[in-house]
């Protein structure tokens, strides 16, 4: 457990220097790299957890069904099932991270598809009113279209 602490500690360092928002770290690259190095410790961290979680676990279990076992006896309680709820967290965060590295240009940004539309609308407003295209403006409801695929 105390592994899967240092681990856990460490990897937050590296997260913080590997996220986007922050101005340390580097160039995005170089952010991208932590990053990942951020989940695969965080993943470690979360295995390290989960080890010693599941080992204390059997320990309890094999003492509570021994017959010869004559000193207290312990059930499981609620400290290992938040061990293991906390390290399969760390590791789904550690997964995450994993993956925030991959630049996905196929899904445009909110900024974008707003820039669009914004950008089509000035120009039906640039239109000339006295040609009759004016009570024919379209909605911007109708101008927003999800893309499918991008080239």
């Not at 010693?52 to 309890?60: E, F, M, P, Q, R």
């Not at 021994?66 to 760390?90: T, V």
């Amino acid at each position: 457990m105390i592994a899967a602490v240092s681990l856990g500690f460490f990897g937050s360092i590296f997260a913080l220097f590997g996220m986007k928002c922050t101005k340390v770290g580097g160039s995005d690259k170089a952010k991208a790299k932590l990053a990942c190095l951020a989940g695969i410790v965080f993943i470690l961290s979360g295995l390290c957890s989960m080890t010693g979680c599941s080992l204390y676990a059997n320990k309890i279990t094999t003492e509570f069904f021994d017959p010869l076992f004559m000193e207290q006896k312990y059930e499981l309680g609620a400290a290992l099932f938040i061990g293991w709820a906390g390290a399969s967290l760390c590791i789904i965060g550690g997964v995450i991270f994993c993956f925030s590295i991959s630049d996905n240009n196929k899904t445009p940004s909110l900024a974008q598809s707003t820039h669009e539309v914004t950008e089509t609308l000035a120009s039906f407003q640039d239109r000339d009113p006295e040609a009759g295209l004016q009570n024919h403006l379209p909605t911007k409801a109708a101008l927003i279209t999800i893309p499918t695929q991008l080239e």
